[in-house]
């Protein structure tokens, strides 16, 4: 019987920001700011729990979380 290793893994270790993710990095034009902006406003209503109404506020949130503010 052929004996087998345990594969190294990292561990990842959790974000103190919640939104800090591969969306937070530089943008290269605007065409890439609005795709980051429009895919963090998304998380930002999941996160809510799919709640409607709140629309204006992900995206304007969204926008400083992309900017970086």
């Known amino acids: 019987m052929r004996q ?3 594969m190294n893994r990292t ?5 103190k920001n ?3 993710t591969p969306l937070a990095q530089k943008v290269n034009s605007k065409g890439d700011f609005n795709q980051k902006v429009q895919e963090t406003a998304y998380q ?3 996160a809510r ?3 409607h109404g709140y ?4 995206w304007l ?3 400083r ?5």
Request: proline share 7%; no cysteine; hydrophobic share 35%.
């Open 4 to 6: 087998t290793t345990p």
């Open 11 to 15: 561990t990842v270790q959790p974000s």
């Open 18 to 20: 919640r939104f800090e």
């Open 44 to 46: 930002l209503f999941v």
């Open 49 to 51: 729990g799919y709640a």
């Open 55 to 58: 629309d204006l506020e992900d």
């Open 61 to 63: 949130q969204a926008e």
């Open 65 to 69: 979380i992309v900017k970086g503010s």
